[in-house]
């Protein structure tokens, strides 16, 4: 009877033994579950701040442009007001001033003038309005600039319009 006894108990301790090590193995791949789960949360987070952080600079970018480009042509006045001979050095040297000034806002936003003259033409930057035949120039050389071209980055906001030659 007492072996019948101990062999119950055995068999009730290896039964909870069992029952221990499913729960054991349940709890680990619950929170192997859990874990991937967090670590793909994580990623799609990271993601999410990635995309909105360029969505908010291309809008910034955007919005830049907007504004630049309807004060371009107050440059644009600007720079020819400071080609204009004047007798009075002090309201050219003012004129100047302002110039430089309003150059440097432009440039500190991200705001870069198109170079132009000497360069091959690109339509993505610039914009033909003439050409001329001229042998001593390269193909597709851009000879005169009639307007300046400027660029946020890789977005135009106004194409230099320029002559080209051949």
């Not at 101990?6 to 929170?31: A, D, H, I, S, T």
């Not at 339509?123 to 300046?148: M, N, T």
């Amino acid at each position: 009877m007492a072996d019948k006894k101990e062999e119950l108990e055995n068999e009730k301790k290896q039964n909870e033994e069992v029952v221990e090590k499913n729960e054991l193995q349940e709890k680990q791949q619950e929170l192997e579950e859990l874990t991937d789960r967090y670590k793909r949360i994580l990623a799609e987070f990271e993601n999410h701040k990635k995309r909105s952080q360029k969505e908010r600079e291309g809008l910034y970018n955007s919005i830049l442009g907007d504004i630049v480009e309807v004060i371009l042509p107050i440059l644009d006045n600007l720079e020819n007001a400071a080609k204009v001979e004047t007798s009075d050095e002090n309201y050219k040297k003012g004129v100047e001033l302002v110039l430089k000034q309003f150059q440097d806002v432009l440039k500190s936003k991200g705001v870069e003038e198109i170079n132009a003259l000497g360069e091959t033409f690109d339509p993505e930057l610039h914009e033909a309005v003439s050409s001329v035949q001229d042998d001593s120039k390269g193909e597709k050389e851009i000879v005169q600039e009639y307007r300046k071209g400027y660029k946020i980055g890789h977005k135009v906001i106004r194409h230099s319009m320029v002559v080209v030659a051949n």
